[in-house]
C-alpha cells in the first residue's frame, strides 16, 4: 500500500477551549508557520469559535472543522447543531465519534453513523474516530472492536462518498494522558482499518483512504509515528493549542 496514493493531514481539535477572540489569536500564531506545509491543515474548534476561524484562516491553506454534529436538518434539539447549519457557514470539516463524545454524552456507534451520514450529505468531510478502551485492548480486541466501529460508522456510505470521509484511530487510553501508542501500535490499527475499507470497498478506496493517528501526539514523537506506512497524518488535542508544537508535527508531516 502505497503512501504516497494518499494525502496527509493534520487536524487540531481544540475540545472545549479557547473562547473567540482567543481562537482569533492562536490562528494568527499557527498561520505564518504552516503556510508552506506539504499537508492538509485543519483546525477544528469549539462551534462559538468558527465564525472567528472562518474569518481568521481567509486565504490561508488551513481549513476549519467542528467538533460534532446533529444527524436531524433542523427540529426540537436542543443545543444541537445540525450539519446544514456548519455547511452553510462553509465549515469544510466535522469531527464524529470522538471518544470524549462516546464516553461522556453517549454516542454509540449508530448515532456515530447517523451524524456521519448527515455530514456527508451536507458536503462535509468527516474526521471520524474510533479506538479501543485500555481493557478492550488487554483482552486482545482491539482489532475486532475498531474494525467493528469503522464499519457500523460507515454503514450507507458510497465508494464515492469515501472520498470525503478521514479515519482516526485514537486509542482512547492515549488521549490527553501523555500516553501514547508506540508507532508499531498505531500502524498495526491504522493498517486493521484500511483492511477493513479493503474488505468493504476494494483496493482502491483502501489505498487512498488517510487515517490519522491519535492520542498524545506531540512534536517530540510526531515523525516517529507519522513514519510508519500507515499513518497518514493525526488528529491533535493538546498540542494544537500550541502555534510552535502544532506546525512541528505539521512539518513532520509534510516529509
Ligand atoms: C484528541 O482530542 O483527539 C487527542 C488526540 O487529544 P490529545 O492529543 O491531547 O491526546
Redesign the pocket.
Known amino acids: 500500500m502505497n503512501k504516497a496514493l494518499r494525502k496527509a493531514v493534520i487536524a487540531g ?1 481544540w ?1 472545549m477551549n479557547k473562547t473567540p477572540a482567543e481562537a482569533k489569536e492562536l490562528i494568527e500564531g499557527i498561520k505564518p508557520l504552516v503556510g508552506g506545509a506539504g499537508c492538509g491543515v485543519v483546525v477544528c474548534v469549539p462551534y462559538v469559535d468558527l465564525a472567528a476561524a472562518m474569518e481568521a484562516t481567509r486565504g490561508t491553506n488551513i481549513g476549519v472543522g467542528a467538533e460534532n454534529c446533529h444527524w436531524e436538518k433542523s427540529g426540537a434539539f436542543t443545543g444541537e447543531i445540525s450539519a446544514d447549519m456548519l455547511a452553510a457557514m462553509g465549515v469544510q470539516y466535522v ?1 464524529i465519534g ?3 463524545r462516546r464516553t461522556y454524552f453517549g454516542e454509540t456507534d449508530v448515532t456515530v453513523n447517523k451524524r456521519v451520514r448527515a455530514a456527508l450529505d451536507s458536503g462535509l468531510t468527516v474526521i471520524l ?1 474510533v479506538g479501543e478502551y485500555l481493557e478492550q485492548r488487554e483482552q486482545g480486541v482491539t482489532s475486532e472492536l475498531v474494525a467493528m466501529q469503522t464499519k457500523i460508522a460507515l454503514g450507507g456510505v458510497s465508494k464515492e462518498e469515501l472520498g470525503k470521509i478521514i479515519i ?1 484511530y ?1 486509542p482512547v487510553w ?4 501523555g500516553k501514547t501508542a508506540t508507532a508499531a501500535q498505531a500502524d498495526e490499527v491504522c493498517a486493521t482499518i484500511r483492511a477493513t475499507v479493503k474488505e468493504l470497498y476494494g483496493e482502491d478506496s483502501a489505498n487512498a483512504l488517510t487515517v490519522q493517528y ?5 512534536a517530540k514523537n510526531a515523525a516517529e509515528l507519522l513514519d510508519q506506512p500507515n499513518v497518514d497524518g493525526g ?6 493549542l500550541k502555534p510552535a508544537d502544532f506546525a512541528e508535527i505539521v512539518k513532520a508531516a509534510s516529509r
Open positions: 481539535n475540545k469531527i470522538h471518544s470524549e474516530c482516526a485514537e492515549a488521549i490527553g494522558t491519535g492520542g498524545s501526539m506531540n488528529l491533535i488535542g493538546g498540542a494544537s
